[in-house]
């Protein structure tokens, strides 16, 4: 796995608490980070220097919208440089907010949380596991022209 930490954007208690269970149960190394609003992450990420694994954000928040602080994630070029791997982890399924994202933003997934426990450690499986052999800019192994 690719060592920098996994970045959860996630308001409810409940949602965390199985994803804390699920990350453990998976033997998941990476730190887990987690904010409860958008401002406190984009903060954060201002001021890192490490270079997170993965940002997986809910869409409905306190204050500002995933989709908004995806988009200031995207305006702004030191973290826009970074390229993190950006997905959305969300119950709400609305077709406009797919529609926009996958349109109007560089975000590489949406998958929808899951009633079942079981689903939800498949679909968290499922994204730690791409990202773990994809290659991107951030991408342990280099990248040949």
């Known amino acids: 796995m690719v060592s920098g930490p996994i970045i959860f954007i996630e308001d409810d208690e409940d949602d965390k608490n199985i994803i804390d269970v699920v990350l453990n149960e998976l033997n998941i190394p990476n730190k887990t980070i987690w904010f409860d609003n ?10 890192t220097n490490e270079q997170p694994f993965v940002i997986i954000s809910d869409i409905n928040l306190p204050g500002l919208s995933g989709v908004e602080f995806k ?17 959305f982890f969300s119950t709400s399924l609305a077709k406009k907010t ?36 994809c290659k991107h800019p951030n991408s342990k192994e280099s990248i040949t022209a």
């Open 71 to 87: 988009q200031k994630l995207d305006s702004d070029e030191r973290l826009r440089i970074k390229s993190i791997p950006f997905v």
């Open 98 to 133: 797919v529609n926009e994202v996958y349109s109007q933003m560089n975000v590489q997934g949406y998958f929808q949380k899951a009633s079942s426990y079981e689903q939800i450690k498949h679909t968290i499986k499922t994204i730690l596991e791409y990202w773990k052999i």
């Open 38 to 47: 958008c401002m406190a992450a984009f903060n954060y990420l201002k001021e």
